[in-house]
Every structure is written in C-alpha cells, then in structure tokens.
C-alpha cells in the first residue's frame, strides 16, 4: 500500500472517532464506573443484595441466611452502603437494610440476563 493510500485509509473512520469522542463520558466518570462494577466482583455481595431485592434485613438475618459470620456481613454492608448500593434506617438498637434504589435490582437483573443469554 502507497503512503497516499495509507493516509487515506487512516482519515477514513473520522467522523465515527469524532461521535466517540463526543458521547464517551469523561475519565473521572470512567473511573467511578469501574469502582462500581468492582463492587459486584464479590458473590457475597450479590448474595446480599439478592436477599435485600426481597425484604430489607438485619446483619444478623443476612448472616444467618447467608451462613456467614455477622462480621464479613458487616465488612460487606458497609462495602455496599459506600458505593450507595444498600440503605440502612435504625430501628431500636438494630439497623436495617434494604436496596438504595430500583436501579441497583435492575442493574443485577440485566447482569443475569446477560449470563443466561
């Protein structure tokens, strides 16, 4: 291939570069998306939050439920509460839990959907 052939090739797929460029979220986000999709990497995690899409729980009933120390429970509530995947209200002298929001449910459920596919 001549270096005029090249060079055309290479200015061929500009505008496509150009609506990336445009649409792609900055690195800041990026990088906050990974953080979050990390949190997912843990499957006691995504037992937890699988418990919480039903009724929201106590770390004692999670760790009951899960067979896991109320301490791991614990490590991973708070895991889950900093990337504002879970909600806590007190009640008494015990703490609740439950999903922050709909999107952490369909966030997992579009997970198993594509594993399933």
Known sequence: MSNDQNQEYL???????????ENIPNDEKLYDLAELFKVFGDSTRIKILYALFTSELCVYDISQLLSVSQTAVSHQLRVLKTNKLVKSRKEGKNVFYSLADDHV??????GIEHIEE
Do not use: A, G, L, R
Request: proline fraction near 0%; glycine fraction near 0%.
């Open 11 to 21: 200015h061929i797929h500009e505008s496509s570069i150009k609506k990336v460029k």
């Open 105 to 110: 449910h369909s966030i997992i459920n579009q």
